[in-house]
């Protein structure tokens, strides 16, 4: 090849590089965000503003480059079909779904728009992705891990609470926690403990079950989350005044004796991270779900007080926040 028409040649190359990243940095991208709950519920609104700063982080900006059609079911999971259908109708770039009824209802309306998972327990057992390592079809995203930190919850409780031997666990028809109650319940053989089950459906069934939590004195709780069943339990927790521990420090913070799970804002900034590389042409077949690396344990001593109890140091020490 001539000289001058190399030249030639790799100047018109060069040329239309900037058109493409213009062209790139024009398109307005479209995301349709589907919430088993709610944005403003005690993880939700925290939560999905990480998401919202991490994709203006990477550069999608809402009203410039991005749109985010939100959809929250408010805790009514009966309405997610209808919802996930209002989404794909806007023809979205990617969908990110948050908490596993609202990735199985993405799931069943959509099997060509990339779909994203906000942290979800048990994304193989169900049916999202074929192997954590490679999803296989329009979904990824990132993991909760629930399951693996059953154990690990039950170990925390009995250092603060050493002579329980009757725990409930506070559940919903998540059918998620069937796999996290039977978790719970092989941890519990090994310590001695004796599970029993509570199951609140709705908020309106909370009265009714912290009554029956009451009602046959239990030693300790532990409190499976659900997008449903948030805001209130702190206080339901308190005012039967048993020893608790939540999946996550929100809880803790909100009044809660012992959180223990991973960093959910985090999460869903990795969610973001999930969208940008989708944007930029990867295919949720092939990008392997993510789980946490990191678990925090949050303790309120204040709670602690009011219920009498002595934390021990070793407790303490092993803490990644302590609220005095």
Not at 95 to 114: G, H, L, N
Not at 127 to 141: E, W
Not at 182 to 209: K, Q, V
Not at 235 to 259: D, H, K, N, S, T
Request: aromatic share 6%; charged share 20%.
């Amino acid at each position: 090849m001539k000289r001058r028409a190399f030249m030639t040649l790799l100047g018109g190359t060069l040329a239309a590089w900037p058109i493409a990243a213009r062209a790139q940095q024009s398109k307005v991208w479209r995301v349709g965000c589907l919430l088993s709950g709610s944005g403003s519920d005690l993880l939700g609104d925290i939560n999905f503003e990480a998401f919202r700063l991490k994709m203006r982080e990477l550069g999608y900006v809402e009203g410039q480059n991005l749109v985010l059609d939100v959809q929250g079911a408010g805790g009514d999971f009966s309405r997610l079909p209808t919802l996930a259908a209002e989404l794909v109708a806007l023809r979205p770039d990617a969908i990110f779904a948050i908490a596993t009824p609202a990735v199985s209802a993405a799931q069943r309306a959509t099997s060509s728009i990339p779909i994203v998972m906000g942290p979800t327990a048990d994304p193989i057992g169900s049916g999202f992705v074929k192997s954590l390592a490679k999803p296989g079809g329009n979904i990824t995203g990132v993991s909760l891990m629930s399951a693996d930190l059953s154990a690990k919850s039950l170990e925390f409780l009995t250092e603060i609470v050493p002579n329980a031997k009757n725990v409930a666990v506070l559940r919903s028809p998540n059918p998620v926690h069937n796999v996290l109650l039977d978790e719970i319940g092989a941890a519990a053989r090994g310590r001695g403990l004796t599970i029993f089950s509570i199951m609140a459906a709705t908020p309106s069934d909370l009265d009714a079950a912290f009554a029956s939590i009451s009602k046959d004195k239990y030693d300790a709780l532990v409190v499976l989350a659900d997008p449903r069943l948030t805001a209130r339990i702190p206080e339901l927790v308190a005012e039967v005044g048993l020893p608790a521990i939540y999946q996550f420090r929100e809880f803790a913070m909100r009044g809660g004796l012992l959180g223990y799970g991973p960093n959910l804002p985090e999460l869903f900034r990795r969610a973001a991270v999930y969208v940008d590389r989708i944007f930029k042409g990867a295919r949720p077949a092939d990008l392997p779900v993510e789980q946490p690396t990191k678990f925090e344990l949050v303790i309120n001593l204040r709670t602690a007080k009011a219920l009498g109890l002595t934390v021990p140091p070793t407790l303490l020490a092993r803490a990644d926040e302590v609220i005095e």
